[in-house]
């Protein structure tokens, strides 16, 4: 029998900690620090800090832990796998140089071009002066990236010069890294592959939602609800996705020396050109794993070591419905969530930045739970959704209340912010 650390503290980490606990195999999951929402889905937290490697070690070694599976990008810019792997513990999840790919903007832009991935074309500046000129005569919209994790925020879609420079000169604040791509339109996805050496298993795609308000509009955010699978993304265009972003970029890193077991995640643009990468990330995406883990009908834990041992994994899913998820926020959430404020207790929800007793949680962070539902089709799993949470919401929180529009074709999806 099995035990499972799970690093990392937010809704995704509470979703594959649920997940893992559905293993036959599994008897305990830890969640390093974990959130107390998890508590009530018998996970149990250990109060190290997912960026505390040394204190992480010496847990999993004492405990004895049979797999530590990483969830966020932090400690995997850390370097978190290696140290594991130094140590000689099973650990799931890239390597730091393999981490790049989402830590550094510019290393996967450059990844990308050597290696044929199609994505938006780029310029990368390291003075502020130049950026700006080039700004000023390059068209509209503009992309401008920090290069850098910045928790799905350090991006802006300048439609206008000035917004343009004020993002510049934002971003030089922070950095001296920043890239300013051209704008793709289309329709964005997010296909997920759990990869292990040469082998890898897809997840079922999803759509998450990065802007703070209905529509698509005000500022970016970590992301405030998905839905999946996507109807628009047919098997022919998980096939293109594939061939031309999937294999040649395992591909890529393997010949650069890079093989390792963990996520990839494409962020996918569907254009006028085909399938493009807005962006990678090298875990699972968040909101995207509370809706689509739970698709899982296979023992999770037996795939990842299968994985592990770089043999293909039975993992099998669902077929037939489709799940969506709502996100609730602290009100200030992105720049200044308020602290302190009362978040509900939903039976199946996967909880997030919130601290307190179960059952008396309050808001500790910006995105504090996520609400699910799944249903035959996209409107009932959004009805039911909706419906649930004007039953049980009286606080403060605030939500989209058009997830899953665009999958029902009712809203244009305008473009590539991430
Ligand atoms: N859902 C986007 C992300 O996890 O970065």
Same mark, same amino acid.
């Given at each position: ?121 780029? +310029? ?20 401008? $990236? ?14 206008? #010069? ?52 209905? #529509? ?56 006028? $050109? ?92 910006? +995105? ?31 939500? +989209? ?18």
């Amino acid at each position: 029998m099995a035990q499972v650390l799970i690093v990392g503290s937010g809704g995704r980490e509470h979703a594959i900690a649920k997940t893992m606990l559905a293993s036959p195999q599994v008897t305990t999951v830890f969640c390093a620090p974990g959130n107390p929402g998890m508590v009530a889905d018998q996970v149990q937290l250990v109060a190290i800090d997912e960026l505390d490697l040394a204190g992480l070690i010496a847990f999993a070694r004492k405990q004895k832990i049979d797999l530590t599976f990483i969830g966020p990008e932090a400690p995997l810019a850390a370097g978190i796998v290696d140290a594991f792997l130094a140590a000689d513990l099973a650990v799931f999840g890239p390597p730091q140089a393999v981490a790049q790919l989402e830590s550094s903007k510019a290393f996967a832009k450059q990844f990308m071009q050597r290696n044929g991935i199609p994505t938006a074309d780029y +310029r990368l500046f390291h003075d502020h002066v130049a950026a700006l000129a080039y700004s000023e005569q390059a068209p509209l919209p503009q992309v401008i $990236k920090v290069d850098g994790l910045a928790s799905g925020k350090g991006v802006t879609v300048a439609v206008d #010069h000035p917004m343009a420079a004020d993002a510049l000169a934002q971003a030089f604040e922070t950095t001296d890294t920043v890239l300013i791509e051209q704008f793709m339109s289309g329709f964005e996805f997010s296909q997920m592959v759990l990869v292990g050496g040469n082998r890898y298993s897809l997840l079922p795609t999803a759509q998450d939602h990065k802007r703070l308000l209905d #529509h698509d509009e005000g500022p970016n955010t970590g992301g405030m609800g998905a839905y999946s699978p996507v109807p628009q993304i047919t098997p022919d265009i998980i096939q293109e996705t594939i061939q031309r972003v999937i294999v040649p970029t395992l591909a890529g890193l393997s010949r650069e020396g890079l093989c390792f077991n963990g996520v990839l995640y494409v962020g996918g643009i569907l254009t006028s $050109k085909g399938v493009q990468v807005v962006e990678y990330n090298l875990r699972l995406g968040d909101p995207e794993t509370q809706i689509i883990l739970p698709q899982v009908t296979s023992d999770f834990y037996q795939a990842i070591q299968d994985l592990m041992a770089h043999q293909q994994p039975r993992l099998t899913w669902q077929e037939g419905e489709t799940y969506l998820g709502v996100v609730l926020a602290a009100p200030g959430y992105p720049s200044s969530p308020k602290l302190g404020v009362a978040v509900p207790t939903i039976v199946g929800a996967d909880y997030a930045g919130v601290w307190g007793k179960p059952g008396q949680l309050v808001s500790a962070g910006g +995105r504090v739970m996520l609400v699910s539902a799944h249903a035959a089709d996209l409107a009932t799993a959004q009805r039911r959704v909706y419906a649930q949470l004007e039953r049980v919401l009286t606080g403060d929180l605030i939500f +989209r209340t058009d997830i899953g529009a665009k999958g029902m074709g009712s809203m244009a999806n305008p473009g590539s912010p991430a």
